[in-house]
């Protein structure tokens, strides 16, 4: 429910009838945001956001090393953002374990190539920072691209942001932010880590 919550709400006027918003299937954690000190740079990629991601990814293939396959959570990556995902994609290529990747039927992709797909866990990247140019709101802000950038998590999603929540009204990852911040704890992770 805390997953879909905003969408049915912005998008949908609270119309959904989410089938797992019965009391003894809510999950607590089904969102957590990781607010980074990540920069967008000039090639349009966030590094630190990346950064942290790939970690995550490990600590979850780590914790289910012991898995079957079958039993192993899927992991998307998405991000709004084609240089992103290419550069978390070339992360992922070069650090993570073709078995791994297998495994947990890892995939990392635009909003756009996650059109129709779900994962267990989805990671989101959204690269961008305060001093971003303009462009890049007006892309987040387009109804399609952010709904389904923040509805592709069956069961959890990891929202990594690198920018203060200043309130700014009519921008959809303002709006969003701040939504799931009087929902969750917000993690802020330790710098150099």
Known sequence: PKIISFSNEQFYNNELKVMTSLESLKMDDSIELVRTNGQRNSSGCNEEEA????????????????????????????????????????LISKEIDFGDIQKHDIACGTAYSFQGEERDIMLLSFAVDEKSHHSAFRHLNKEDVFNVSVTRARSRQIVYVSFSNTFNPGVNLYAYISHIESKIEVEVPEIGK
Request: hydrophobic share 40%.
């Open 51 to 90: 950064r942290l991601i790939l970690r995550k990814v490990k600590s979850i293939i780590n914790a289910e090393r012991n898995l079957n396959n079958e039993l192993a959570q899927s992991i998307g990556i998405l991000s709004p953002f084609r240089d992103q995902v290419e550069y978390l994609a070339s």
